[in-house]
């Protein structure tokens, strides 16, 4: 793609009453949001009209809060293009999981009114209790015949199948429960290539999915675009050969409600009329393997003068069989002008050895990628929507003290 024929997009006008406003938790149930989207993405309009229908509220990786507009055209088109993916075209029932004021949680929602079907929601959700497998059997019994679908994050496929292994549920019911969708769409947050590997031992039917309220949640399915959706990489002369990721289809927000800068940095119009949108991450995608995400453009650390990248560190991490997630920051120093410390959670009845870890680090990645702190906590904080809350574990690295 020839990035300098690229224009910047006008940011989105006032939206109308009828649309919908996501503000964090409590701002909205999922039955008013059944009720008002589906007064408005079942509507025909006419080609080229935008009519808002989500406005999703972020603070964003820079704290700086954000109103993602979502029309109900961006809506349709990534619910019908997840039905053609998947195999569920002829309607699905859906599991509602994740909190509605999370982009994932909305399309749930969403995709159900375009199927035809009401989504089935886990009493986390309804009474904003914390998840658990009982909490998702239940849910699964009272889930209609036919094609199955839910999105989950990674840390709450972790809790399942840990309650599995203590007893506190049946292996058998938990194993005939997963493995009844069609698909378990996963994303939000890295998942661990240990985690992937035992969900693909147990013939679990994970579909990685990556995407953003930008782009209506996910729009790359297992390193693949869903149908519409376009992938293209800023050329870079980093050493890895990973470059800016871009995405472009008809799944786009319209930008960002009364922020024209900030619309304009990340969402621009091809001369055919493609809209586009700057992710934050770097990677490399051919249409043959894929689209590989190697992290974002802003966890690259520099340490003593050299690169390391966060998420590398994170994987590395995560391989260890003690550890069940890992978040990865640098910190101001005097002496290597950044550090990288680290936060990991603990699998249960497993007590992760923070040298042991430093080693395999500086083993696989060199010395410089080495953490100068490794904390080690039972469950890592957790955001509203139920991931990581990688803002909380920055406060906490940086307030730590290296021994």
């Known amino acids: 793609m020839d990035f300098s024929s690229l224009s910047p997009a006008p940011p989105p006008s006032a939206v109308s009453d009828a649309a919908l406003h996501l503000a964090g938790p409590g701002s909205i149930g999922p039955e008013e949001l059944y009720r008002g989207l589906g007064a408005i993405i079942t509507r025909e309009t006419r080609v080229g009209e935008e009519v808002a229908a989500l406005v999703v509220g972020t603070s964003g990786s820079t704290g700086r809060p954000k109103k993602t507009v979502l029309s109900a055209r961006a809506l349709r088109s990534s619910g019908l293009a997840t039905e053609v ?77 840990e309650e599995v292994e203590s007893g506190a549920v049946p292996e058998t019911d938990m194993l005939e429960a997963l493995r009844s969708f069609d698909a378990i769409l996963l994303g939000g947050a890295p998942a661990s290539s240990m985690l992937l590997s035992r969900c693909d031992e147990l013939r679990i039917p994970l579909v990685l999915t990556y995407g953003s309220a930008e782009t209506a949640g996910g729009c790359v399915y297992d390193s693949h675009p869903l149908p519409g959706t376009r992938i293209a990489i800023e050329p870079s002369a980093d050493e890895s050969g990973a470059g800016r990721i871009w995405l472009g289809g008809p799944t786009l927000a319209s930008g960002y409600l009364e922020d024209s800068e900030r619309t304009a940095e990340s969402f621009r119009r091809d001369p055919e009329g493609v809209w586009w949108y700057r992710t934050d991450d770097l990677g490399r995608y051919t249409p043959e393997s894929g689209l590989r995400v190697m992290g974002r453009a802003d966890d690259v650390v520099m340490t003593g003068g050299i690169k390391v990248s966060a998420r590398a560190v994170a994987r590395v991490l995560e391989e260890d069989p003690t550890v069940r997630e890992a978040i990865v920051v640098g910190v101001e120093s005097p002496q290597w002008g950044q550090e990288i410390r680290a936060a990991v959670s603990r699998r249960p009845e497993r007590d992760p050895d923070a040298k042991a870890l430093t080693e395999l680090v500086r083993q696989r990645l060199g010395p410089a990628a080495a953490p100068k702190e490794i904390v080690v906590l039972d469950q890592l904080p957790q955001a509203s929507t139920g991931k990581p809350d990688q803002a909380a574990v920055r406060r906490l690295l940086e307030g730590s003290s290296v021994q």
Do not use: C
Not at 91 to 96: K, M
Not at 138 to 160: C, E, F, I, K, Y
């Open 85 to 161: 993916a998947t195999g569920t075209d002829g309607g699905a029932h859906w599991l509602l999981a994740l909190p509605v004021h999370y982009v994932a949680g909305a399309q749930v929602v969403a995709r159900s009114i375009l199927a035809g079907t009401r989504p089935v929601t886990t009493e986390s959700i309804v009474s904003g209790s914390h998840f658990t497998a009982r909490d998702f059997l239940d849910a699964v019994d009272r889930l209609g015949a036919g094609n199955r679908m839910t999105s989950l994050v990674p840390t709450q496929v972790h809790a399942l199948l």
